[in-house]
Antibody, heavy 121, light 106 residues
Framework: QVQLVQSGAEVKKPGASVKVSCKAS????????ISWVRQAPGQGLEWMGW????????NYAQKLQGRVTMTTDTSTSTAYMELRSLRSDDTAVYYC??????????????WGQGTLVTVSS | EIVMTQSPATLSVSPGERATLSCRAS??????LAWYQQKPGQAPRLLIY???TRATGIPARFSGSGSGTEFTLTISSLQSEDFAVYYC????????FGGGTKVEIK
């Protein structure tokens, strides 16, 4: 079955960087894009950006431009999201999700299990 | 950015009753709308895409309707496992989500 498995929880200090991985299985990795969505504690869902696993094209949410980088490794069917210059308000659960529909405007199915990133001094 | 607004924020419903959730877009998104269910400590799960198409394995008691700027998710007869938070998401442009509706037991 289609599955996305994410890396484990992280604790970072303000100003540091974090890199979260998302390993895909059960489908042809390069046939779909991957989006990243985050959810602050007790809050709603925020789309962070998208990467095409086919050609590496990306698009990032404007508020994160300059701080986020999304990459893929097609040899291991893994997507990565790196967020730099971390602040306390970056504390959230970070999800990867497989894109569906006509790229780059997509809905998401399935989702990874989530990775909690805590930013604290 | 297309702003998605969900109402109500909380819906109290008894098991077996019908639940109707609303989602409004700040501009037309055609039928490019999805609905997700999220339970505590879990990732969101796709329910509906294309405003009205049920995702694989989603029970028939879930139905979606609407187009343009007004959308509805209906759960015809609430089961215990349906108490959760529901989000709408538009994909007519770069994706944006509504703030969610929590469906709780009355």
């Amino acid at each position: 079955q289609v599955q996305l498995v994410q890396s484990g929880a992280e604790v970072k200090k303000p100003g540091a960087s974090v890199k979260v991985s998302c390993k895909a299985s059960g489908y042809t990795f390069t046939s779909y894009g991957i989006s990243w969505v985050r959810q602050a504690p007790g809050q709603g869902l925020e789309w962070m950006g998208w990467i095409s696993a086919y050609n590496g094209n990306t698009n990032y949410a404007q508020k994160l431009q300059g701080r986020v980088t999304m990459t893929t490794d097609t040899s291991t069917s893994t997507a990565y999201m790196e967020l730099r210059s971390l602040r306390s308000d970056d504390t959230a659960v970070y999800y990867c999700a497989r894109d569906r529909g006509l790229p780059p405007y997509n809905w998401f199915d399935p989702w990874g299990q989530g990775t909690l990133v805590t930013v604290s001094s | 950015e297309i702003v998605m607004t969900q109402s109500p924020a909380t819906l109290s419903v008894s098991p077996g009753e019908r639940a109707t959730l609303s989602c409004r877009a700040s501009q037309s998104v055609s039928s490019n709308l999805a609905w997700y269910q999220q339970k505590p400590g879990q990732a969101p799960r796709l329910l509906i895409y294309g405003a009205s198409t049920r995702a694989t394995g989603i029970p028939a008691r879930f139905s979606g309707s609407g187009s343009g700027t007004e959308f509805t998710l209906t759960i015809s007869s609430l089961q215990s496992e349906d108490f959760a938070v529901y989000y709408c998401q538009q994909y007519n442009n770069w994706p944006t989500f509504g703030g969610g509706t929590k469906v709780e037991i009355k």
